[in-house]
Nanobody, 120 residues
Framework: QVQLVESGGGLVQAGGSLRLSCAAS????????MGWYRQAPGKQRELVAA???????NYADSVKGRFTISRDNAKNAVYLQMNSLKTEDTALYYC??????????????WGRGTQVTVSS
């Protein structure tokens, strides 16, 4: 079994910052790509940022220059530093990890989501 635990969401004023964390535990051999997605009410889930096992990163145009994704392989964790937050960043944020289990197979795992609310 693999478990993902997210933390760091909350309520912040526009212009403020938050840092999201997502840590995986369980039957893990290694983790490939890690990413953060978000879903606002009435909208589809969208990719916010992703990081490969080689630390290459990719960002949605809407967050470039404001958000930074990073990973700690020793902790099986991924982080999202969010600065200069805007009201349009309000959404439920999910982490997604591509994990190789001890037995060898790869699976995509999703966190349960952490709410980010940005007030004006």
């Amino acid at each position: 079994q693999v478990q993902l635990v997210e933390s760091g969401g909350g309520l912040v004023q526009a212009g403020g910052s938050l840092r999201l964390s997502c840590a995986a535990s369980g039957s893990i051999r290694r983790i490939n790509a890690m990413g953060w997605y978000r879903q606002a009410p009435g909208k589809q889930r969208e990719l916010v940022a992703a990081i490969t096992s080689g630390n290459s990163t990719n960002y949605a145009d809407s967050v470039k220059g404001r958000f930074t994704i990073s990973r700690d392989n020793a902790k099986n964790a991924v982080y999202l530093q969010m600065n200069s937050l805007k009201t349009e960043d309000t959404a439920l944020y999910y982490c997604n990890l591509n994990i190789q289990r001890i037995a060898g197979s790869f699976y995509d795992y999703w966190g349960r989501g952490t709410q980010v609310t940005v007030s004006s």
